[in-house]
């Protein structure tokens, strides 16, 4: 590539978007709505927030000087990230807060990014984060998972139309938004039936003395906070109510 097909790359990465149509937005927050309540849609589309919930585990590990040993997704949905250091104090407590955190946290950095009409970027930052991950993937369904999830975020990205480019980012961002709260829920009701007792909100029981219940609460807190923030976000600028309070000329 020369410096001119480089440039077009960067002003097409960074560049900014029209926002698309209410009612585009609209359609795929119900569709993400949909795949998140729909349960056998559910078992496959919940492979994009472990990846996201793995992501952030090693993501902060590596930022509080934790060494990364690798990460594993499952076909279950399910991973696990492992990661070297002690195995107690901040690196190890915030460590454990970051996977439930880290999807509707991430839903809310794209909201912030599609509101101020970074569509592409959004898509590429997705690309590159996708990318750095799968450096660390130690087993063979994750490596699958993340580099389809790539391949799909791609072609969206670099043959897909303007329309369907800005439709796919709102629904991942939605997606994420909605998405969020289904896990803690999950994890609560394992926790309640004593089937998950090594659960991140456990693990952060036994490192702070602070009770599960508290930790599956923060993280339920954030999901909701992120979910009402976002949807405020992603919602095109110039979308109001009728005023129906005005008094009409006689």
């Known amino acids: 590539m020369d410096d001119i097909s480089i440039g077009d790359l960067w002003d ?24 998140v309540v729909h349960g056998p849609t559910w078992r496959i589309a919940r492979n994009t927030v472990t990846i996201a919930h793995e992501g952030g585990h090693a993501l902060v590990a590596l930022l509080t000087g ?27 407590i915030f460590t454990a807060m970051a996977g439930y955190l880290t999807p509707p946290l991430l839903g809310l950095f794209f909201a912030l990014l599609l509101a101020g009409g970074r569509i592409t970027l959004m898509l590429w930052f997705s690309l590159a984060l996708l990318g750095a991950m799968l450096i660390m993937i130690r087993n063979a369904y994750g490596a699958l998972s993340v580099i389809v999830t790539g391949a799909v975020i791609f072609a969206v990205s670099w043959l897909g139309s303007a329309d369907v480019q800005a439709g796919f980012a709102y629904l991942a961002a ?27 909100a456990d693990q952060l029981a036994q490192l702070t003395g602070v009770p599960g219940l508290a930790w599956v609460g923060l993280f339920g807190a954030t999901a909701l906070l992120a979910l ?3 949807a405020a976000l992603l919602v095109p600028d110039g979308v109001s109510l009728p005023d129906f309070s005005a008094t009409p000329d006689p």
Do not use: C, N, Y
Request: proline fraction near 9%; aromatic fraction near 4%.
């Open 66 to 92: 934790r060494k990364l040993d690798g990460i594993k997704l499952h076909s279950d949905t399910s991973g696990v990230t492992v990661s070297r250091g002690k195995p107690h104090g901040p690196g190890m």
């Open 174 to 200: 939605w997606f994420l938004l909605l998405a969020a709260t289904r896990p803690v829920i999950e994890l609560q009701r394992m926790r309640a039936h004593r089937m998950a007792p090594s659960s991140d």
């Open 228 to 230: 009402v923030t976002g």
């Open 12 to 35: 097409r990465v960074t560049g900014t978007q029209p926002d698309p149509p209410l009612w585009l937005v609209v359609l795929v927050g119900v569709v993400a709505l949909g795949s």
